[in-house]
């Protein structure tokens, strides 16, 4: 007999729950409002510095500490160097943070019930407890449902600002009351969508040395293709993750990706056009939608949640897909099941999106 190649598993493999991304479809004819990428092309500075850094020195490692990258970040938000950490996509900073931060002798992670999904992946990869803490009744993160005793073990606090799938932020305020609640553990905030019209929290990096910021250039800056992402913080909070980073992979971004999101986070004209145009249409969009009868909950993301009272969400994401175009649907958890997920694209893409929900409502 010889054993299955799966026997061969670390044990914890079994275990895992891995995330599960939006459809990347083969065909491209489709209108995609799946995956929240941005509609509009990256910055023409970041592919011509891309061109250019393709023409000359592939064959030589990157800047292990993407310095270029993360001076340009730190201009941009008024921080210090050493203030700023950049890995493969905000996922892998996620990751990293979650191995620096939350491992904490078997107390657990606190964050919404509903939210970003990947969160209880990286509790599942790294062994960390968490307990959900619902969203009230409006589908909003409940900050004083993140309150413990003094005496209850608390590994820390991860909260998306604005919360994804529903694309409600919260005030700074709000951000500051859980950094209060939980002075001694990091509160990450992750603030993938914030320049679609949230508060970051960057400026309150100087006041809460528990204070971690993640960004993305996935999504206000089209480059989801290049994996970029960020986290800004106090020193001993970046040391942290130079160190698990160092302890993983010298170098996570390549020449390509830094000179790509460097350029890109210095062309403040097209960030600004572009995040504009995305909160216009969605504006639009969401009167559109709600004329069709959908529920649209109050986003401040680039993308809506919604649904429509007399029809089933999945039937409607099955009716759209067949009419060539993708949103995102959740089957789990039950509370949001009835609730469909729509990227905002471009308008002639909303367009196709009110011309197929047209046939089905
Ligand atoms: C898209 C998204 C990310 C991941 O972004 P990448 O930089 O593309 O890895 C992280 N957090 C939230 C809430 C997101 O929606």
């Keep these: 007999m010889t054993a299955s190649a799966s026997s061969c598993w670390s044990p914890i493999v079994s275990t895992l729950v891995p995330y599960v991304p939006g459809e990347q479809p083969k065909i491209d004819r489709l209108t995609k409002l799946n995956t929240n990428e941005n509609p509009y092309p990256p910055s023409p500075r970041a592919l011509q510095a ?195 980073k160092n302890s993983f992979n010298s170098y996570p971004l390549d020449r390509l990706a830094i000179a790509g999101a460097t350029a890109a986070m210095e062309d403040e004209d097209h960030f600004e056009t572009t995040r504009r145009a995305v909160m216009d249409t969605r504006e639009g969009l969401a009167l559109q939608l709600e004329d069709r009868g959908f529920e649209v909950l109050p986003s401040q993301a680039n993308f809506l949640f919604v649904r429509h009272p007399a029809h089933d969400a999945a039937a409607l994401a099955d009716g759209l897909r067949q009419r060539g175009v993708l949103v995102r649907h959740f089957a789990r958890p039950e509370r949001i099941a009835q609730y469909l997920r729509i990227s905002i694209g471009t308008p002639a893409q909303c367009e196709a999106l009110l011309q197929a929900l047209a046939d089905l409502v």
Excluded: M, W
């Design 50 to 244: 891309i061109r250019e850094t393709a023409a000359d020195g592939l064959q030589l490692y990157p800047d292990p500490d993407a310095t270029a990258l993360r001076r340009a970040v730190a201009a941009r938000h008024g921080l210090a160097l050493g203030e700023v950490f950049a890995g493969n996509g905000s996922d892998e900073v996620l990751a990293h943070a979650f191995f620096a931060f939350f491992q904490q002798g078997g107390a657990p992670l606190l964050f919404a019930d509903i939210t970003y999904s990947f969160y209880k992946v990286y509790c599942g990869l790294y062994g960390i407890p968490y307990e959900a803490v619902p969203l009230d009744a409006r589908l909003r993160v409940d900050v004083e449902g993140f309150a413990r005793p003094a005496e209850a073990p608390v590994a820390g606090v991860v909260v998306a600002n604005p919360n994804a799938p529903t694309g409600e932020g919260l005030p700074l305020a709000a951000i500051e009351r859980l950094l209060q609640l939980h002075p001694h553990r990091v509160v990450l905030v992750d603030e993938a969508y914030v320049d679609f019209g949230g508060e970051t929290a960057i400026p309150l990096v100087g006041r809460y040395p528990n204070l971690l910021v993640v960004h993305t250039l996935s999504k206000s800056r089209s480059l989801a293709g290049l994996r970029v992402g960020f986290a800004c913080g106090q020193r001993p909070l970046i040391d942290a993750l130079e160190r698990v």
